[in-house]
């Protein structure tokens, strides 16, 4: 059976709906403020577990839940967007998230903070239909560098989320900043309601063609999974470090608060401004050689930060400084450069590819909070950050493995 749209059905966007600066600004604040809620609680872990009553490795699972929720709501809830309008999503899971967030502001207890930390996950994906809404509206010269604005600020949501969340914990206190999360995600809905246009659906797959499609995608495509594992690897580093950071600094010899571990965003928001660099090197040498490259700076900077405890407290913090720029560099250079090879697969099923893409990535992280905080506990850091370099060892090599090309040559590439 033909599923392919209609031309039609392919302008979405009435003529008249041009993508103006406004609008742009706003796709990419709503990119960036709703993924931001992920990353909130990881610098305020320090002192929400006390002031909660839990403990350091019980408040881990906070970051961890919101990294499933997110996974699960990649892989259940993006592929929507191609079915239904987009705006309508979009509207609905800004006051998702917002009610979610409220809720974990008034939490009682762990557990339902533990709750409002999976559905602020769930409803977070809001930045995955935001992307693709982008892309559709943009005229195709200029898709791009609308694109690139939007992913701008998706990129610096992450990483600011933590400078902003430790600055307003440490002198409100973390219930605060959920509330301040909040608000941030109803004024986002509030001017997508006004401003955005209807999306007009693009197949007519129902809901379970739509997950059945992703399985035969990844059967498919090798370049898909290999995509997928390798990111998903880089992941499991990058959230065991920010996940663990804050109880770190928090205990000896260091005794900093949550404003601290927060400022560490400021030295990882130099992974947003590699992007564009990514992307025109991917273009000029290939995305297999940014790829490995990204991996390989990854890999480097989570070794030499093995070896801050040889070190005087001083030196330890300018030395994870100068690793957390390395390894964000690296992580989103190999982001970008897997978003090309992914989305060069199938242009007709990009959001689909995309889904998997990320809901690999995003699984990673999850596992990579789980396992920080473990090994934290029990090991302490030199623990997670060997747990972090193997894992970008692994990607590594995954990206730099023969493949077999058609012809029985084989090479280092995807």
Not at 79 to 92: A, K, S
Not at 131 to 155: I, S
Not at 313 to 319: E, I, K, N, R, V
Request: proline share 5%; charged share 10%; net charge positive.
């Amino acid at each position: 059976m033909n599923t392919s749209p209609h031309p039609a059905q392919l302008r979405v966007v009435a003529a008249a709906a041009l993508l103006k600066p406004s609008l742009v600004l706003l796709l990419a604040g709503g990119a960036g403020a709703s993924v931001a809620a992920l990353y909130y609680s990881q610098p305020m872990l320090g002192i929400l577990g006390p002031d909660i009553g839990s403990s350091a490795r019980a408040v881990g699972l906070i970051p961890t839940l919101t990294q499933v929720g997110y996974a699960l709501g990649i892989f259940f809830l993006a592929p929507l967007g191609d079915r239904f309008d987009r705006r309508l999503i979009i509207l609905l899971k800004a006051a998702l998230l917002c009610a979610a967030l409220l809720l974990a502001a008034a939490s009682p207890s762990l557990s339902v903070l533990l709750v409002a930390s999976l559905v602020i996950g769930l409803a977070a994906t809001m930045a995955q239909d935001i992307v693709p809404a982008a892309a559709t509206m943009a005229p195709e010269v200029h898709r791009g560098k609308v694109v690139g604005t939007v992913m701008t600020g998706l990129l610096l949501g992450i990483l600011l989320s933590r400078v902003v969340s430790g600055f307003v914990a440490e002198h409100w206190g973390w219930r605060a900043m959920f509330v301040l999360a909040a608000a941030s995600i109803a004024l986002v809905g509030a001017c997508a309601w006004r401003m955005l246009p209807a999306f007009r659906p693009t197949t007519q797959l129902g809901y379970g063609a739509l997950l059945r499609s992703l399985a035969s995608l990844w059967h498919r495509h090798g370049a898909l999974r290999r995509a997928t594992w390798a990111q998903g690897l880089l992941s499991v580093g990058f959230s065991a470090f920010w996940s663990t950071l804050a109880v770190m600094l928090h205990g000896e010899p260091f005794h900093l608060g949550a404003a601290a571990a927060g400022a560490f965003g400021l030295a990882g928001a130099a992974g947003a401004l590699v992007a564009p660099m990514a992307g025109r090197l991917a273009d000029r040498r290939g995305p297999e050689l940014v790829a490995r490259l990204g991996a390989a700076l990854v890999v480097l900077s989570f070794a030499a930060m093995a070896f801050a405890g040889l070190l005087q407290p001083g030196a330890q913090l300018w030395l994870l400084v100068a690793g957390a720029v390395g390894f964000d560099l690296g992580i989103q250079a190999a982001l970008i450069a897997h978003q090309t090879i992914v989305y060069g697969i199938d242009p007709g099923a990009r959001s689909r590819l995309n889904a998997v893409l990320f809901t690999g990535m995003f699984i990673g992280m999850a596992v990579g909070s789980a396992l920080g905080a473990l090994l934290l506990a029990k090991w302490r850091w030199i623990a997670v950050t060997a747990l972090s370099a193997l894992a970008a060892t692994a990607a590594l090599a995954l990206r730099c493995w023969p493949q077999a090309k058609p012809g029985g040559l084989a090479t280092c590439s995807t």
